[in-house]
């Protein structure tokens, strides 16, 4: 199994605060004779519609050497686990978990919004300090 995030803990906090219930912690994902693993399984009821809505995140802390490299490895596990759920669980959407002092650098940037676009990312911002989902991009 993978090393967890840095964040990993607090964007789990981040998620039950907001109402969802972690049920996979990791997420796996069978390909093959390959395994992958999702940082995080959630799932929360919509009363309104009387069904759950259920998401897969993958957590980034941006903590490396470089926020771009970090950001290039984001993505290319966001297209590939994206790509993975859309076959073997397709009611399930993938979000991106980044920090909120990322989102308002990186990720507003050009260089994050052309990705974002292109893409068509699903954000999750955390506030790593209060441990709360501060907005969701989808």
Known sequence: ?????VFHATVRTALNRDGWSITA??????VGQHTLFVDLGAERLLAAERRNERIAVEVKSFVGRSAVADLELA???YVLYRGLLRRSDPERALVLAVPGA???TLMSSELGQV???ELELALMVFNPEK???ERWLR
């Open 115 to 117: 990705a974002s676009a």
């Open 131 to 133: 441990e709360v989902v």
């Open 75 to 77: 993505l290319g596990q």
């Open 1 to 5: 199994m993978p090393q967890r995030d």
């Open 102 to 104: 990322i989102y308002d």
């Open 25 to 30: 912690d990791p997420l796996v994902l069978f």
